[in-house]
């Protein structure tokens, strides 16, 4: 049975939510092994480079969806960072936020791209399930021995 991902609400992330938010990201991969600081975690959370949505339910931030749509090559939206809480997965949190990534960036654009580590099955799995397909690998990527898997999603070619 199909999960009803328009049942929750997505927000607009708000400063405040920072340290629960980051918290909420140390403790899962890849964030878990790469021992990022806060000045990584303050670029993933910058709005004003992104706009970045979150999901909340009971108070808590659950997930959170990051992207900027590229005026120059690509072309594009690129959706930098997908995250769901463990214990909310498989409930179409992360559908929900991807889809608000997708309305915004395929209102002007026609390829939304995203990378997943190479390793997440998880993560690959969802994303060509929901239509994106894998067009390359970068090796080496955030650390040395860490590949990650570019896909794109297009509804048409960039010119008609």
Do not use: H
């Not at 120059?72 to 949190?93: C, E, H, I, S, W």
């Amino acid at each position: 049975m199909p999960v009803d991902y328009k049942k929750y609400a997505i927000v607009p992330y708000k400063l405040a939510d920072f340290e629960s938010v980051k918290v909420f990201l140390t403790n899962l991969d890849p964030w878990k092994s790469a021992g990022f600081d806060d000045a990584y975690y303050q670029s993933v959370l910058d709005s004003s480079q992104y706009s970045i949505r979150v999901i909340e339910l009971e108070s808590q931030v659950v997930g959170l969806v990051t992207w900027r749509c590229l005026n120059n090559f690509p072309y594009g939206g690129y959706v930098r960072t997908l995250a769901v809480k463990d214990d909310r997965r498989g409930q179409g949190v992360g559908t929900a936020l991807l889809r608000e990534a997708e309305d915004a960036i395929f209102e002007e654009y026609k390829n939304s791209f995203l990378c997943v580590d190479e390793d997440n099955a998880g993560g690959r799995s969802f994303y060509t399930s929901n239509g994106y397909k894998e067009i390359g690998v970068m090796k080496d990527y955030l650390q040395k021995g860490d590949s990650f898997i570019m896909l794109r999603k297009s509804t048409g070619p960039l010119f008609d």
